[in-house]
């Protein structure tokens, strides 16, 4: 057994010396890898991608170039193919949110179970855990090379016609809902009528009142100006948030040396934790300045009490208990507990 790891061993530095660092290593570099993201900069996810994108340019000293497709354009808008195309190599590497990829990796709509996670700390104790570890051994096993964590964010409802307080105030509401069915069974539960449809129709959609509402991280308003689509209301229940993954295609990541693909895992590492702060900013200060600018904006912020929050967890327990078997009982037990566990 020994002597076989030490005759692999030199096969493996034989051929790195021969390849690794030698012209033709070289020569199998593209010019450029195409990154895609859905939100692009200015937002905390499009400037994770372009950090990383930096990062990776200064530190391989432009032997990898990467270029920025925001708004899934590699897949004309429609998010929920991203993680298809990254596989088949339409897309070279990519920041994207657990939420677009979990019909391709069904473990994947963990973070979309309805009030999994109450808290920041909830999101770390799964993301930086040992459950984190197993969706990314889930994530490579689906085939695409897994490298570092991100987030959009906690996920809060809006909507153009009134505070929403009780599931009772959604009935009938048209809501915009992304691209998992675990959406639709959490809004049909609430007693809303759910449509699923790209972010990229969305906004259109919110503009001439086709929907009436929808579900995003607070970031999105200032940025993207929802309030000017009609979102005036805002209920802050933070029911689900969708963590971010920067990943790169396996043939890609394969063509690269050992020494450039620790440099583009340090680097989406690195990044990934600056995004992380860019996204949380505005929220996690005793006086959430972020809700205040909204408010500025003339939006009515409701902000659920303890009791008021019960009813929508209560209401959609049944979807909750429905999902666990399709995540998988052992994951979101293991889920559960970490959450339980987790340093306030
Ligand atoms: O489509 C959405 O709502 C967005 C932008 O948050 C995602 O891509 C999951």
Redesign the pocket.
Same mark, same amino acid.
């Given at each position: 057994m020994k002597f076989r790891r030490t005759v692999l061993g030199l096969a493996l530095a034989a051929t790195a010396l021969a390849f690794g660092t030698g012209a033709m290593a070289q020569a199998a570099y593209k010019p450029e890898y195409k990154m895609s993201l *859905?939100?692009g900069p200015p937002l905390p996810?499009g400037t994770g991608g372009k950090i990383w994108a930096d990062l990776v340019k200064e530190r391989t000293a432009g032997r990898i170039n990467i270029k920025l497709y925001p708004g899934v354009s590699l897949i004309q808008g429609d998010?929920t193919r991203e993680f298809s195309a990254l596989r088949q190599g339409v897309i070279d590497m990519a920041v994207g949110?657990t939420?677009?990829w979990s019909p391709q990796v069904k473990e994947l709509n963990l973070f979309s179970m309805p009030f999994l996670m109450p808290d920041y700390a909830a999101i770390d104790a799964l993301t930086q855990g040992e459950v984190g570890k197993k969706i990314f051994q889930t994530v490579e096993k689906a085939g695409v090379v897994p490298l570092a964590w991100g987030e959009?964010g906690f996920?809060e409802l809006s909507n153009s016609k009134k505070p929403i307080k009780s599931p009772e105030d959604l009935k009938g509401m048209k809501i915009r809902v *992304?691209?998992s069915p675990l959406f639709t069974d959490i809004f049909t539960a609430l007693g809303a009528n759910p449509t699923q449809m790209?972010?990229a129709d969305?906004q259109p959609a919110l503009a001439s009142g086709a929907v009436d509402g929808?579900?995003?991280?607070m970031v999105?308003f200032p940025v993207l100006k929802l309030h000017n689509v009609g979102q005036k209301f805002v209920t802050t229940w933070g029911y689900v948030a969708?963590p971010l993954i920067f990943v790169v295609n396996k043939e890609i990541w394969n063509s690269w040396t050992p020494a450039d693909r620790e440099i583009v895992r340090q680097a989406a590492i690195d990044a990934g934790k600056q995004e992380i702060a860019i996204a949380r900013k505005g929220l996690v200060e005793a006086d959430k300045p972020l809700l205040k600018e909204v408010a500025g904006f003339g939006v009515t912020i409701t902000q659920l009490t303890p009791a008021e929050r019960e009813a929508f967890v209560k209401a959609t327990r049944p979807v909750y208990n429905k999902w666990k078997k399709t995540v998988g009982v052992d994951l979101v037990n293991a889920a559960e507990k970490a959450v339980a566990a987790r340093k306030k």
């Open positions: *859905v939100l996810w998010q949110s939420i677009n959009n996920r *992304v691209g790209s972010w969305a929808q579900e995003n991280p999105l969708d």
